[in-house]
């Protein structure tokens, strides 16, 4: 698209219905804020990000980085701003309520507009994606955009001979997903799990597509069998046992990351009696009171807490996943920050700030957590000029009204989102 075109389109989307401001051509300057850039590098205070067309092309102390006469100047001071949210495993467009089966473009474009709302600019929806979900990533303009950059990676693969893996690995990737998905757990012994000769014919023929592999494992045992196989994505904890220096060893030397998705656990428990985020305004804001009712009923809490499945993850698995998480850190594996928010009652946006909690919880600090949430996220899905605030890069921003180095939970004093150097419109 010529930049005529653009200038069109985007006198087409200022001065249409919703009022929202679409695009912002030109500069802007973010002044007086302080900076973390997302590269683990220590924050700037009193800083100053300068955009033009949507992206960053000076950052630095306010002392050395001049501000073009012509900016517009967003006064940030004592404010925070960090890059954009990555979640490196989502799933949009399936649930309404707390109903699934309600897949289709407005339901992926509305959950894709709460993500950018929280502050989440990029998801990885890792799975159940359909027609429209493709599509929606097909048009997404880098620069006119108001709602979360998509990644898709189709439908979770769970073919049942080698011939039949092959068939549905070509399938997705002739419509260019940014993943293949499939799924080895047994559910705790509910379910019949992939067999080895299925996932490896579906490794050899990912890796001859060039598309990379996430895999959902449980146990230890699973996940590195996959990675022996040639999985290039460690889609969930590992949840039964704790994790080994071969298994690390494995997971440096090919360079392959591990989202924890430690809400997923939560999201098995939590709701049997009342969550605590139940009377938070960040949540409330954005939730149907009809779902929180329907989660607030006393025989539904009832049965969570009698379900086996419910409080294994709640005693066992979660404990488990967060010390996995701490020594894999710890030992320079990638964590790529993901929550598998999407489907009923992992609410999309406020999970993904719930989730940085718990991987402080867990024992890594608030500025690997950031870090794992935007560089390293955007390192683990193969993505240019996102992820950090640094000159090249898009202008993803979140401005925060307090320090999340001081306490993670700040990043829920969320004051702007900008995408592309466009703001989010607030509702
Ligand atoms: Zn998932």
């Known amino acids: 698209m010529n930049l005529v075109t653009r200038a069109g389109l985007l006198t087409l989307a200022i001065s249409c219905a919703t009022g929202a401001a679409h695009a912002d051509l030109g500069t802007i300057a973010f002044v007086g804020g302080r900076i973390i850039d997302g590269t683990g590098a220590p924050a700037i205070e009193n800083g100053v990000m300068v955009s033009m067309d949507g992206k960053i092309v000076a950052i630095g102390s306010a002392n050395n980085t001049p501000i073009p006469p012509d900016a517009q100047r967003i006064d940030v001071t004592g404010k925070t701003l ?14 309404l309520g707390l109903e699934s089966g309600h897949y289709d473009r407005g339901n992926v474009l509305r959950q894709l507009g709460l993500y950018a709302r929280y502050g989440v600019t990029t998801v990885n ?15 997404q303009d880098p620069l006119f955009i108001d709602h979360a950059r998509l990644m898709v990676a189709g439908p979770v693969l769970a073919p049942e001979t080698v011939e039949q893996a092959r068939i549905a690995v070509n399938g997705v990737a002739d419509q260019s997903a940014n993943f293949i998905k ?88 939590v709701y049997e009696s009342e969550p605590s985020f139940f009377s938070d ?45 701490k020594s894999l850190s710890d030992a320079g594996v990638k964590i790529a920050m993901g929550t598998d928010s999407g489907p009923a009652a992992r609410f999309q ?76 419109p607030s509702e």
């Open 125 to 139: 929806s890792l799975g159940d994606d359909e027609y429209e979900g493709f599509a929606i990533r097909n048009e």
């Open 349 to 424: 946006g406020y999970f993904e700030h719930l989730e940085l909690g718990m991987m402080v919880d867990a024992g890594m600090t608030p500025m690997q957590v950031i870090q794992s949430a935007t560089s390293v996220a955007a390192d683990c899905l193969g993505l240019d000029f996102l992820g950090s605030l640094e000159v090249g890069n898009w202008t993803d921003v979140v401005i925060l009204d307090k320090n999340p180095l001081e306490d993670i939970s700040n990043t829920k004093s969320l004051n702007q989102v900008w995408i592309a150097g466009n703001i989010v």
């Open 82 to 95: 960090i890059p954009g949210l990555i979640n490196s495993h989502g799933h949009v467009g399936q649930v």
């Open 182 to 269: 499939i799924r080895v757990d047994d559910n705790l012994g509910r379910t019949a799990k992939m067999a080895p000769e299925i996932y490896t014919a579906i490794a050899e023929e990912s890796e001859k597509r060039g598309i990379p592999l996430a895999v959902h494992s449980y146990s230890l045992e699973d996940a590195k069998a996959t990675l022996a196989a040639g999985a290039d994505f460690i889609a969930h904890s590992v949840r039964d046992t704790e994790v080994d220096q071969a298994f690390i060893q494995e997971l440096k030397s090919r360079d392959v990351c591990y989202s924890p998705t430690l809400t997923r656990e939560l999201s098995t428990f």
């Open 281 to 325: 305004p960040f949540f409330t804001k954005e939730v149907d009171p009809a779902v929180m009712a329907s989660l607030r009923e006393p025989e539904r809490q009832a049965r969570m807490r009698d379900n086996a499945s419910a409080q294994h993850y709640k005693n066992n698995a979660l404990p488990m996943a967060m010390r996995n998480l």
